[in-house]
């Protein structure tokens, strides 16, 4: 297209595998403004051309199709595969990125090498925090600084992030901290009493 070099999602008839959606589900405009010159209104980016709205993209190299850079999935795509190889035994991430990242991730890598791209997928679910989903954009965002301030130990948190199941929504408040605090300290004293 005249932004950038997008991929088909209808090519890949197992597109949605990982989450369930059809490509007859996706409500076009939902997550971005759709855009006429794309084939399906799912398709995504695999580079983005440095022009239009990114003119002033701060990351940009050459590319038969312009200067540009490449799109999200595929640098996570990129990245896995470099350091990974082109199959990988465990990806994870928040459940947030199951659709429509993961999905993407998948449908470009498979691709371009082996099926399945990942074995196994583990999405952990969202951090509670007093009723909304830890966000950065909602601003609710707590830090180890953040709990190393009210003083606790890094491996409290760690303690009470560990306590649930990772598909199990973890409902964080300070109180559940203190008990992480304490059932931490139990496990360390059995361990010098038992050494």
């Not at 197992?14 to 997550?31: D, F």
Request: glycine share 8%.
């Amino acid at each position: 297209t005249a932004d950038g070099v997008y991929f088909a999602v209808q090519t890949f008839p197992a597109y949605g595998k990982l989450s369930g959606n059809t490509l007859e589900q996706v409500a076009p405009g939902a997550r971005i403004a759709v855009k006429e010159e794309k084939r399906h209104p799912a398709d995504f980016a695999l580079w983005k051309k440095c022009v239009g709205a990114s003119a002033r993209h701060v990351l940009r190299w050459a590319s038969p199709w312009g200067e540009g850079f490449p799109g999200w999935h595929i640098e996570c795509s990129a990245m896995a595969q470099k350091h990974l190889g082109a199959q990988i035994d465990i990806h994870t991430g928040g459940e947030d990125n199951i659709f429509p990242h993961h999905e993407c991730e998948i449908a470009q890598s498979e691709c371009s090498g082996p099926s399945p791209f990942v074995r196994m997928w583990l999405h952990k679910r969202r951090i509670d925090m007093g009723g909304e989903k830890m966000s950065k954009s909602i601003g609710n965002v707590l830090t180890l600084p953040d709990v190393i301030a009210r003083g606790f130990d890094p491996l409290d948190l760690r303690y009470l992030l560990l306590a649930v199941h990772y598909r199990t929504q973890l409902k964080f408040t300070w109180k559940g901290l203190e008990d992480a605090r304490k059932a931490r300290q139990r496990v360390v004293e059995w361990m010098e009493e038992v050494s």
